[in-house]
Nanobody
């Protein structure tokens, strides 16, 4: 498994922005997909966005399209999530996750490595 660590969470007012980062501290596979999931209190973990390591192909949940942007820095094996126009409904713990291969899966079970998560709280 790849060790992942998220950072950048915090408290922000509705309409504000945050940028999350995820750094891999161990070697990554040759080809992989890395992405973000989130889990709000009392709810299941849900897909937010993912990106391939070998291209700029991305996928977003409908709820964040147009507001969130995923990007990566392969040289440093760092993943980012720029979150704009935040809403109280975006409040959750955000997890970074990685899977081998090239399929942009939205399923939590497809991902093999997970970070510990970072809390994002959006106040109204």
């Amino acid at each position: 498994q790849v060790q992942l660590k998220e950072s950048g969470g915090g408290l922000v007012q509705a309409g504000g922005s945050l940028r999350l980062s995820c750094e891999a501290s161990t070697r990554t596979p040759n080809t992989y997909v890395i992405g973000w999931f989130r889990q709000a209190p009392g709810k299941e973990r849900e897909f937010v966005s993912a990106i391939k390591s070998i291209s700029d192909d991305t996928k977003y949940a409908d709820s964040v399209k147009g507001r969130f942007t995923i990007s990566r820095d392969n040289a440093r094996t760092t993943l980012y999530l720029q979150m704009n126009s935040l809403e109280p409904e975006d409040t959750a713990v955000y997890f970074c996750a990685l899977k081998r291969g090239v399929v942009l899966s939205t399923q939590t079970g497809a991902y093999e490595s997970w970070g510990q998560g970072t809390q994002v709280t959006v106040s109204s």
